[in-house]
């Protein structure tokens, strides 16, 4: 797997995962951000028309914040039930 930019707006957040979004920790993230820039990726799924975001809601938001147009992220494989 491979860090790759992938465009913010082209990631769908998942409604339960956007409830728990802290605006105090997007903007301590999007400190930190742009201080040392971002450390560790988001991860996403593709669902064949969009990426589904997994992990990563307030370092995405924190870059959105920022003004980026693109989030450092790897793609992971959906996980079978």
Do not use: F
Not at 18 to 39: F, S
Not at 56 to 74: K, P, Q, S
């Amino acid at each position: 797997m491979k860090d790759e930019k992938i465009p913010i707006d082209e990631i769908y957040v998942p409604t339960k995962r956007r409830a728990t979004l802290n605006p105090e920790t997007v903007e301590q993230l999007a400190a930190a951000i742009m201080e040392e820039g971002q450390k560790a990726p988001i991860l996403v799924r593709h669902d064949g028309k969009r990426y589904v975001l997994v992990e990563g809601l307030h370092r995405m938001e924190a870059c959105r914040a920022l003004g980026e147009e693109t989030v450092i992220g790897v793609l992971v494989q959906a996980r079978k039930h």
